[in-house]
């Protein structure tokens, strides 16, 4: 850990716009009457504000608490308890109130589940789509521990994007993800395109962790290699003193060659900037690739 002293000041374009009107409040308020979590609200989104406010938001099923320990990561870690099986039609119920167009469904890893808890993803994408026919949906979905099964549940149940973050440089997992395999990880979205060639995939990415700039690069070749089609990538925030320390603060202008070099390699489309997040412009990352096939 770095001493107090010795850790980066946070630049002046690491500045999040408070948003919080109407709308934010009353998705907010939604969210505690249904008794759902958000990843924007369990994770300490910077956007949480910018989103609600559009009336939109990440919802994280599968409970709030992770079986695994990342050093980035903000969201509880412990020991779940159980499952919320009527949680799929809460969400559901919610995303037609709201008259949402587009939804992202994430969750906590649960390695204590046989299936990783693919089949609630399932389950969820199955009721959203049944209450609102037009909708959109994109899953960001843990590595189910490298289960082609599991994988295969979710993309059964037809959602429009697949979505499984890198997070990360190979060098730096057993640092920053130590229950995770860098390899494992790609063969998530390698496997989704095997399994529905049609269904569109995507990764993100986090920078200031102490990786290298052709580590970086090299993590973006494998993704395309590895037939990714949409890229996040965004600048690590620290938590708390207790988590990962940032080692670099990107200045915006970084963030924007990363963009030219992603789009150089084929990506259909990137978001990179600082305060990206995986479900960060989420509906415009698929509305360009529609627009683009026109």
């Known amino acids: 850990m770095i001493p107090r002293d010795s850790r980066l000041k946070k630049p002046g374009w690491i500045k999040v716009k408070a948003d919080f009107d109407e709308n934010y409040r009353r998705v907010k308020k939604l969210l505690v009457q249904s008794e759902l979590h958000t990843v924007c609200q369990e994770a300490s989104c910077p956007n949480i504000g910018e ?36 949680e799929p039609q809460r969400i559901a119920e919610l995303v037609k109130k709201l008259s949402l167009e587009y939804v992202v469904i994430t969750s906590v890893t649960r390695d204590d589940l046989k299936d990783g808890g693919a089949s609630l993803f399932a389950d969820t994408v199955t009721r959203i789509k049944e209450k609102n026919p037009k909708i959109k949906v994109e899953v960001l979905i843990p590595d189910f521990r490298g289960s082609l099964e599991s994988l295969n549940v979710v993309i059964e149940s037809k959602p429009e994007v697949l979505n499984h973050n890198l997070e990360t440089v190979q060098r730096l997992y057993p640092e920053v993800r130590p229950e995770a395999d860098y390899q494992r990880s790609l063969e998530v979205i390698q496997d989704a395109k095997k399994l529905n060639s049609e269904i569109v995939t995507k990764s993100g990415l986090m920078v200031g962790l102490g990786e290298e700039w052709e580590e970086i690069i090299q993590a973006t070749k ?72 026109l």
């Open 51 to 86: 989103c609600f406010s559009q009336k939109t938001a990440t919802f994280m099923i599968l409970g709030r608490i992770c079986t695994r320990n990342c050093s980035f990561c903000d969201v509880e870690k412990g020991i779940p308890k159980g499952l919320d099986s009527d």
């Open 222 to 293: 494998d993704l395309r290699k590895a037939d990714c089609d949409l890229l996040t990538i965004g600048q690590y925030i620290q938590p708390a003193s207790s988590f990962y320390d940032v080692r670099k603060y990107y200045h915006p202008n970084e963030f924007q060659k990363l963009k030219k070099m992603g789009e150089d390699l084929g990506f259909k489309n990137i978001e990179s900037a600082p305060l990206v997040r995986s479900s960060y412009h989420a509906k415009k990352q698929l509305n360009n690739i529609f627009l683009n096939r």
